[in-house]
C-alpha cells in the first residue's frame, strides 16, 4: 500500500505561484509514474502533469505548459508541482496519483490508470 498526501495549496492572486507537495509513503516510489490532477466545482477531473519513471520524460496539459513544471525527489520520495503565473481558471482541488505499472511508450493521462490517490489539496486564485 502506499499513502500520499499533497501539501502547498492556498488561496493566492492571479499571477502568483504555489509550490505543491506529495510525499508518499509506504513504498518508495522512485520508479513508479506519478500524475496531478484537478477537479473544479462541477467539473470532470483531468489531468495537469504527469512524470514518468526515471524522471526524464514528463507531459502537461496544455493548459499549463509553460506556466507548470513536475518534478520528483527520489531521496524524499516526494513528487512536486511548481506553479507559476496562477490564474483564476487553475482554482480546483489537486491531487497526486501513483501508478506502479509502466510500459514504454504509454501516456497514462487518465485517473483509472492510477491505483493510488492522495486526499487532495484546494488551490484558489482570485483575480
Known amino acids: 500500500q502506499v499513502q500520499l498526501v499533497e501539501s502547498g495549496g492556498g488561496l493566492v492572486q492571479a499571477g502568483d505561484s504555489l509550490r505543491l507537495s506529495c510525499a508518499a509513503s509506504?513504498?518508495?516510489?522512485?520508479?513508479?509514474?506519478m500524475g496531478w490532477f484537478r477537479q473544479a466545482p462541477g467539473k470532470e477531473r483531468e489531468i495537469v502533469a504527469v512524470?514518468?519513471?526515471?524522471?526524464?520524460?514528463?507531459y502537461y496539459a496544455d493548459f499549463v505548459k509553460g506556466r507548470f513544471t513536475i518534478s520528483r525527489d527520489n531521496a524524499k520520495n516526494t513528487v512536486y508541482l511548481q506553479m507559476n503565473s496562477l490564474k483564476p481558471e487553475d482554482t480546483a482541488v489537486y491531487y497526486c496519483?501513483?501508478?506502479?505499472?509502466?510500459?514504454?511508450?504509454?501516456?497514462?493521462?487518465?485517473?483509472?490508470?492510477?491505483?493510488?490517490w492522495g486526499q487532495g489539496t484546494q488551490v484558489t486564485v482570485s483575480s
Open positions: 496519483a501513483a501508478r506502479q505499472e509502466y510500459l514504454p511508450g504509454r501516456t497514462y493521462l487518465w485517473s483509472a490508470h492510477y491505483e493510488y
Open positions: 509506504g513504498r518508495t516510489v522512485s520508479r513508479w509514474t
Open positions: 512524470i514518468y519513471r526515471g524522471g526524464d520524460r514528463t
